[in-house]
């Protein structure tokens, strides 16, 4: 804080909020259960778990499309399942 001044930032710039771009997933889902969704991080493929076979890329999906809770998850792991349509 400069001399003479109240107390209040002189800059707004230090009072506002930063916000992160959101990140883009990769976004698959399996044709034998077609309301189930993976994602997992842009670029890193499925899971060692996941049968290749069995899952088709669908496109991107951006984190500020994906519920909070799911992208925590997302975040944590790397990856995370997803039932759609509940």
Not at 8 to 25: L, R, S, Y
Not at 41 to 55: C, E, H, I, M, N
Not at 71 to 83: A, C, D, M, Y
Request: net charge negative; proline share 8%; aromatic share 10%.
């Amino acid at each position: 804080m400069s001399a003479g001044t109240s107390g209040i930032f002189d800059h707004a710039d230090e009072t506002e909020e930063v916000t992160m771009a959101p990140e883009c997933f990769d976004l698959y889902t399996n044709p034998a259960r077609p309301t189930l969704a993976l994602y997992v991080r842009k670029g890193a493929g499925l899971p060692d778990f996941a049968d290749p076979s069995s899952w088709s890329i669908e496109g991107e999906i951006w984190s500020n499309e994906i519920p909070p809770d799911v992208l925590k998850t997302l975040e944590t792991n790397g990856h995370v399942f997803q039932e759609l349509g509940v």
